[in-house]
């Protein structure tokens, strides 16, 4: 149950991501399909379900255990906590 919040997760993360590269223009032109015209957040972006897909097979590749997945699951929830709070810290000192 919980693997599947996590992709959940992932794929919304990663379609806003994108959103937002796009919306900067951080990244070429995408094709958007928007699978519901009545909901803004509703599309499908072919070129994003690729990178996921690649980023999943090679992260099993190397990975290659569940325990091993785990322990780097928690070294990337601990390294997005101290980036965060570096962040942080250097926007309070600029205000």
Avoid: K
């Amino acid at each position: 149950v919980v693997t599947v919040f996590a992709s959940q997760a992932l794929i919304s993360s990663m379609f806003t991501l994108f959103a937002q590269a796009h919306a900067l223009e951080w990244v070429p032109r995408l094709r958007v399909l928007h699978t519901n015209p009545d909901q803004r957040g509703q599309v499908y972006i072919p070129e994003v379900n690729r990178v996921l897909m690649f980023a999943c097979v090679v992260t099993c590749a190397v990975f290659q255990t569940d325990a091993a997945l785990a322990s780097a699951y928690g070294v990337t929830v601990t390294g997005t906590f101290v980036i965060t709070t570096l962040l942080l810290c250097v926007v309070l000192r600029r205000v």
